[in-house]
């Protein structure tokens, strides 16, 4: 059992109302703050986001809430690393003079220094800062998350990730943390597991995700347009947050004349999620970068032919459950539409897809989270 206070930080709630690392800490703190033994503490900022109103509503489980206090400059500066890291060091310090604590940031950032009688555990997604670096603008807040990242990277007694690919992308970058790491995948939520198979497809092609550049957005509308030159009956639905990029967007699709072929859904509840994967004709998912891969393994759950960019990632998760195209290439793509529309799907091997989809869930992953706890406090 763990022995350890747990502290965490929730300062990603401030910055994201919704996202792939968002839903990872529901899932977790769904399961692990339903563990009346094990105590723990939230510091809570000024949030809004679906994993604070998921724990507002139970009431935090009965667990401690630490209200920031934030007035006067705290409110714009709090957020950046450099300042909070300095925070937090003091911040901890006092903490950890009354017990000790198992410290695990929801966001990357973390104290300053190392603090006696705190352990510090941090979960590092992918290195898209790195990998991508060509596609951010060279800003303050992209200096801001790096700096984060590689504080991280030297205060933390353990760094999860959550893919063996962005193991790799880690240690690319900084081979001497080998020994730190640990991977643990993410679970599917248990919404879209043990569904049945819906045999009759609808004509139309899914993306799920923001439109940030390493998502490569613009290809598959790109593809599409060319797709929909020869054939006529399809459609494409989007489904995520895009109220900065949907003007854009619009004009795009009026430019490639597809503006009665595409269905914006925005932001949706899993319940429409799973309704509309599970008719789907394909999903598709054209990134250029990703440290796990949440819509590949629900779409494999729901049991939708999936076309995935060949990144390393995606054939780790989706091996031979899913067709892979080059993320720079709207012709091989465009092939895979083309066959898919014309061949039709594999149904067997959907089938199995959701069979293996079924080995991804949360219990084991939070599971092996609280096993590096326990781990953690015996060094």
């Given at each position: 059992?763990?022995?350890?206070?747990?502290?965490?930080?929730?300062?990603?709630?401030?910055?994201?109302?919704?996202?792939?690392?968002?839903?990872?800490?529901?899932?977790?703190?769904?399961?692990?703050?339903?563990?009346?033994?094990?105590?723990?503490?939230?510091?809570?900022?000024?949030?809004?986001?679906?994993?604070?109103?998921?724990?507002?509503?139970?009431?935090?489980?009965?667990?401690?809430?630490?209200?920031?206090?934030?007035?006067?400059?705290?409110?714009?500066?709090?957020?950046?690393?450099?300042?909070?890291?300095?925070?937090?060091?003091?911040?901890?310090?006092?903490?950890?003079?009354?017990?000790?604590?198992?410290?695990?940031?929801?966001?990357?950032?973390?104290?300053?220094?190392?603090?006696?009688?705190?352990?510090?555990?941090?979960?590092?997604?992918?290195?898209?800062?790195?990998?991508?670096?060509?596609?951010?603008?060279?800003?303050?807040?992209?200096?801001?998350?790096?700096?984060?990242?590689?504080?991280?990277?030297?205060?933390?007694?353990?760094?999860?990730?959550?893919?063996?690919?962005?193991?790799?992308?880690?240690?690319?970058?900084?081979?001497?943390?080998?020994?730190?790491?640990k991977v643990i995948y993410h679970g599917i939520n248990e919404n879209f597991l043990n569904q049945n198979f819906i045999s009759n497809k609808r004509k139309t092609f899914v993306f799920i995700g923001g439109r940030n550049s390493y998502k490569n957005f613009n290809l598959l509308i790109e593809s599409f347009a060319e797709f929909n030159k020869s054939v006529k009956d399809w459609t494409i639905e989007v489904i995520g947050d895009n109220h900065n990029t949907r003007e854009v967007e619009v004009e795009l699709y009026k430019k490639l004349n597809i503006q009665d072929k595409v269905v914006d859904h925005g932001l949706i509840t899993d319940k429409k999620l799973i309704n509309i994967l599970k008719t789907a004709g394909c999903l598709v998912i054209p990134s250029f970068n990703e440290g796990f891969n949440f819509p590949l393994l629900e779409g494999l759950a729901l049991g939708v032919p999936i076309l995935s960019s060949n990144i390393l990632v995606s054939k780790e998760l989706g091996q031979d459950f899913v067709k892979y195209f080059n993320p720079t290439s709207k012709n091989e793509l465009i092939k895979l539409m083309l066959e898919l529309s014309e061949i039709g799907y594999d149904k067997n091997n959907l089938i199995n897809g959701m069979k293996y989809s079924q080995t991804f869930n949360w219990q084991t992953s939070c599971n092996k989270l609280m096993n590096e706890y326990i781990a953690l406090e015996s060094k």
């Amino acid at each position: 059992m763990i022995k350890n206070r747990l502290f965490y930080d929730l300062v990603l709630f401030d910055k994201e109302s919704y996202g792939g690392i968002s839903r990872m800490w529901l899932e977790i703190f769904s399961i692990i703050c339903k563990i009346k033994k094990i105590n723990i503490d939230f510091l809570k900022g000024n949030p809004s986001n679906i994993t604070y109103d998921f724990l507002e509503k139970k009431l935090f489980f009965g667990k401690n809430i630490i209200e920031e206090n934030i007035r006067g400059y705290k409110k714009k500066v709090r957020v950046f690393s450099f300042y909070r890291s300095i925070w937090l060091y003091f911040f901890l310090i006092k903490k950890a003079k009354k017990e000790s604590i198992t410290f695990h940031s929801t966001d990357y950032i973390n104290p300053i220094f190392k603090v006696k009688n705190c352990k510090i555990v941090t979960t590092i997604h992918d290195m898209v800062f790195w990998d991508q670096s060509n596609k951010f603008k060279k800003n303050l807040d992209y200096y801001d998350r790096k700096l984060s990242i590689i504080n991280s990277l030297r205060v933390s007694d353990t760094i999860i990730t959550v893919s063996n690919t962005s193991k790799d992308a880690i240690l690319k970058y900084f081979p001497d943390k080998k020994d730190k790491i640990k991977v643990i995948y993410h679970g599917i939520n248990e919404n879209f597991l043990n569904q049945n198979f819906i045999s009759n497809k609808r004509k139309t092609f899914v993306f799920i995700g923001g439109r940030n550049s390493y998502k490569n957005f613009n290809l598959l509308i790109e593809s599409f347009a060319e797709f929909n030159k020869s054939v006529k009956d399809w459609t494409i639905e989007v489904i995520g947050d895009n109220h900065n990029t949907r003007e854009v967007e619009v004009e795009l699709y009026k430019k490639l004349n597809i503006q009665d072929k595409v269905v914006d859904h925005g932001l949706i509840t899993d319940k429409k999620l799973i309704n509309i994967l599970k008719t789907a004709g394909c999903l598709v998912i054209p990134s250029f970068n990703e440290g796990f891969n949440f819509p590949l393994l629900e779409g494999l759950a729901l049991g939708v032919p999936i076309l995935s960019s060949n990144i390393l990632v995606s054939k780790e998760l989706g091996q031979d459950f899913v067709k892979y195209f080059n993320p720079t290439s709207k012709n091989e793509l465009i092939k895979l539409m083309l066959e898919l529309s014309e061949i039709g799907y594999d149904k067997n091997n959907l089938i199995n897809g959701m069979k293996y989809s079924q080995t991804f869930n949360w219990q084991t992953s939070c599971n092996k989270l609280m096993n590096e706890y326990i781990a953690l406090e015996s060094k």
